[in-house]
């Protein structure tokens, strides 16, 4: 698979516009509803952001989602990843995605990473715990899974 992590570019911008207005995705990855004004103004933001990182997926040269850590404070972060081309989910890209975080994250000086995943996105929730990450907490919605980096 001809896969990579690139530059946020409009490409990605004009394509996540569809993606993350698709209501089952918004739900999953828990976006709320946006303008395209409120879209342009945050990727207009993504320079100035010094605790944010995005990266595009392609698929041999295509976009297809996204990826990214957030809320980078000291040594953790967020860490987040849609698919958005809905015919690619369930193909294994999520393990590629998050090795490439990980490193992306080491890179960084990050030692634990955290995700928010609702609680009925099993196939993120497998997907996550499959590569290290324990719940931490219970009952909550959404799901916060930690990995710690050093493991």
Known sequence: MGLSAVEYDERFLEASW??????????????????????????????????????????????????????IEKENAECWAYIGEKSLWGQRIGSWILKELFERARVKGLKRLYALIVEGNTRAIRLYQSHGFVRAGSGDNPLRMEKDLSL
């Open 18 to 71: 569809g993606w993350l207005n698709d209501p089952e995705a918004r739900t999953l990855n828990q976006n709320p509803a946006f303008t395209r004004e409120e879209q342009r103004a945050w990727f207009d933001s993504l320079p100035h952001k010094s605790d944010y990182c995005i990266w595009g997926i392609e698929l041999n040269g295509i976009p297809i989602g996204a990826m990214g850590l957030k809320h």
